[in-house]
């Protein structure tokens, strides 16, 4: 027997950093690296409710995360291994989050860049970071 998956396992899960300290999880079925806006649709039915427009520049990160529970007891390793492909970067936020991850495309002028965690057992499969909003991006 074939199961028929849930529209919602089709759909990247997404938890919004905004600056503010809020964290919000959700999906977004209109997210683009080159927009400024996109909506925000609630995990429990999101076909069911209407979305929230979320600003960029009120955001430092969204992160595209396999599972929305996640493990908050995990300590996620930020040690750079394997080199190949792309640059390793550390990105510290006004209030102190630090993220360490490979990259294809960061220029800062841009809007914003999407960052792959270095440790392969993080809950985050990638991370669009607001450029204007990380307090200091280091290559390493």
Do not use: C
């Not at 396992?9 to 997404?14: A, F, H, L, N, Q």
């Not at 960029?56 to 990160?61: E, L, P, Q, T």
């Not at 002028?109 to 280091?138: C, H, M, Y």
């Amino acid at each position: 027997m074939t199961t028929i998956p849930k529209i919602q396992d089709e759909i990247p899960k997404i938890v919004v950093a905004f600056l503010d300290g809020r964290r919000v999880k959700g999906y977004s079925f209109n997210f683009s690296p080159l927009k400024e806006s996109f909506d925000l649709f609630p995990p429990e039915k999101p076909l069911l409710n209407q979305g929230t427009r979320v600003e960029i520049k009120d955001v430092k990160a969204v992160f595209f995360v396999k599972d929305f529970a996640g493990n908050a007891g995990y300590g996620e390793s930020q040690l750079v291994e394997a080199r190949g492909p792309g640059v390793h970067l550390e990105i510290i936020f006004a209030d102190g989050e630090k993220i360490v991850g490979k990259t294809l495309g960061y220029k800062p002028e841009k809007l914003g860049f999407f960052v792959i965690p270095v440790d392969p057992e993080s809950n985050n499969a990638r991370i669009f970071v607001v450029s204007k909003n990380a307090r200091q991006i280091t290559t390493i």
